[in-house]
């Protein structure tokens, strides 16, 4: 029968080969290196964090807009969202909220201040969001760059 050695910790068997005296301290070349000391603060600079480009863009003309209806006695925040609708899948849907939700993104333009749905993010993301009074109606358009179709009518769209 085989008999295996007992493996010892590699610093249990450094200590009983410099105690038996195999190292003479006079003898220079089995000395061993002295350990360079760690830094003591091996803090590295933080990269500085460039600057996102906003979700979605506010023309001049929906800023003044958006700044009217928030000025309301009961200021509130204006969600911008999609709802399932149409006759190509998604439409444009705005609400007024209390509090942005735990995921929404927050876009701020010239003091105005508008939350996009997190669900709705990549569908909006990259659009721009004008006022535009007509003869027949007032509404807010969006021109986004992502629709791949659009109904007739412009309301509803996909992406």
Known sequence: ????????????????????GALDSTNQSHTLPPQPSPPVSST?????????????????????Q????????????????????????LAYHLEYVQ?????DEAVEQDGVK??????????????EMDWVEDKLNRRFVFRNPNIKEQCGCGESFMV
Request: hydrophobic fraction near 40%.
């Open 1 to 20: 029968m085989f008999r295996t050695a007992r493996r010892q910790p590699t610093g249990l068997l450094l200590r009983r080969f410099i105690s038996s």
């Open 114 to 127: 508008v939350l996009i749905d997190s669900k709705a993010l990549f569908s909006i993301i990259g659009s």
């Open 66 to 89: 958006l700044r009217r209806l928030l000025s309301e006695p009961d200021p509130k925040l204006i969600r911008v969202g999609v709802k399932n609708r149409g006759c190509s899948g």
């Open 44 to 64: 590295k600079p933080r990269s500085k964090l460039r600057p996102r480009k906003a979700a979605m863009s506010l023309t001049p003309t929906a800023i003044s």
């Open 99 to 103: 509090k942005a939700g735990p995921f």
